[in-house]
Nanobody, 122 residues
Framework: QVQPVESGGGSVQAGDSLRLSCHASGRAFSNYAMGWFRQPPGQEREFVATIRWSGTLTDYADSVKGRFTISRDNAKNTVYLQMNSLKPEDTAVYYC???????????????WGQGTQVTVSS
């Protein structure tokens, strides 16, 4: 099993970019699909993006498609979320999760990080 730890959150202006990182401890990182989810203030947690263990398959929520890019470096046990053209509605706590295959559903992920705050002001 792997344990994800997110970093890279912060406060930015609308239109800015930010890159989140998620380092997962454990030797089996390359066997896991990785996902990013977010929880806006006062709302349920929602899917953002996911990437297969090989990096050959990705999937995005419609709200971030074309602005966010998920990628991974298995040699570094790290998955990234590049966020461009940020909007105030992207404000949320962003979570990284590890699962057996790509999925938009939280229940398919086994391990979760503690989250990192992203705040986008207008």
């Amino acid at each position: 099993q792997v344990q994800p730890v997110e970093s890279g959150g912060g406060s930015v202006q609308a239109g800015d970019s930010l890159r989140l990182s998620c380092h997962a401890s454990g030797r089996a990182f390359s066997n896991y699909a990785m996902g990013w989810f977010r929880q806006p203030p006062g709302q349920e947690r929602e899917f953002v993006a996911t990437i297969r263990w090989s990096g050959t398959l990705t999937d995005y929520a419609d709200s971030v498609k074309g602005r966010f890019t998920i990628s991974r470096d298995n040699a570094k046990n790290t998955v990234y979320l590049q966020m461009n053209s940020l909007k105030p509605e992207d404000t949320a706590v962003y979570y990284c999760a590890a699962g057996r295959d790509t999925s938009r559903y939280e229940s398919q992920y086994e391990s979760w990080g503690q989250g990192t705050q992203v705040t986008v002001s207008s």
